[in-house]
């Protein structure tokens, strides 16, 4: 539990001199950020995954029923996709390594806002390395297609990547066509024929 504090309090002191931030409180557990929550309404809410007792996203969709005009960005050494998508389904808005750079999450926490969801740079680099083979798929569809296979509706796609429905609606129908297809189940078939994605 030590090397939460420290984290916690390194991130407080530091957020305390940048201009327009401030940092409002810490907590050492879920039940103690709700409550400071409810009471200091803060803009965001830094949240580690890992935390003693209850686990980070059970504490973010907790921040969010307590606050919703309260954003939260969850901290974490996890960096492949299914935390991202774990993470928004929480509630988060955004997904920030810890090994990142503080300038990255400074950024992040200044951006973040509640409905939308932002994947820091450095956690996309682990997460989305293009295969050798793309069949004619850009690296965004790629991506799409990984979401479509795990089973994500297209407002679901793009609060995790970014973008609007419309922008998604088009990499999904721009997926089809490449893999000449015309749904979602055939699309995932195809897509694990060219090893486009895992079995």
Same mark, same amino acid.
Do not use: F, M
């Given at each position: 539990m030590d090397d939460h504090q420290c984290f916690a309090d390194l991130l407080a002191a530091s957020l305390d001199y940048v201009d327009g931030m401030r940092c409002v409180g810490t907590a050492s557990d879920a039940d103690e950020a709700?409550?400071?929550? &409810?009471? *200091?309404r803060p803009s965001v809410v830094v949240m580690d995954i890992q935390m003693p007792g209850?686990?980070? *996203? =059970?504490?973010? &969709? =907790? !921040?969010? *029923? =307590? %606050?919703?005009?309260?954003? #939260?960005? !969850?901290?974490?050494?996890h960096q492949d996709r299914e935390w991202v998508v774990r993470a928004a389904r929480a509630g988060a808005s955004a997904f920030i390594p810890k090994d990142g750079s503080l300038a990255e999450m400074i950024s992040l926490l200044k951006g973040a806002r509640p409905g939308t969801m932002q994947v820091a740079p450095s956690a996309r680099g682990s997460a989305h390395q293009d295969p050798p083979e793309d069949h004619g798929l850009t690296a965004r569809e790629r991506e799409v297609l990984g979401y479509i296979a795990q089973g994500l509706e297209v407002k679901s796609i793009a609060k995790v990547m970014g +973008?609007? !429905?419309?922008?998604? &609606? %088009? /990499? +999904?129908?721009?997926? /089809? $066509?490449? *893999?000449? #297809? %015309? %749904?979602? +189940?055939? $699309? #995932?078939?195809?897509a694990r024929e060219l090893r486009l994605i895992a079995p």
């Open positions: 709700v409550e400071k929550v &409810r009471r *200091l209850t686990d980070g *996203l =059970a504490a973010t &969709r =907790a !921040v969010r *029923l =307590a %606050s919703p005009e309260t954003a #939260v960005a !969850v901290v974490t050494a +973008i609007t !429905v419309h922008t998604c &609606r %088009s /990499y +999904i129908k721009s997926v /089809y $066509a490449t *893999l000449q #297809v %015309s %749904s979602r +189940i055939a $699309a #995932v078939n195809r």
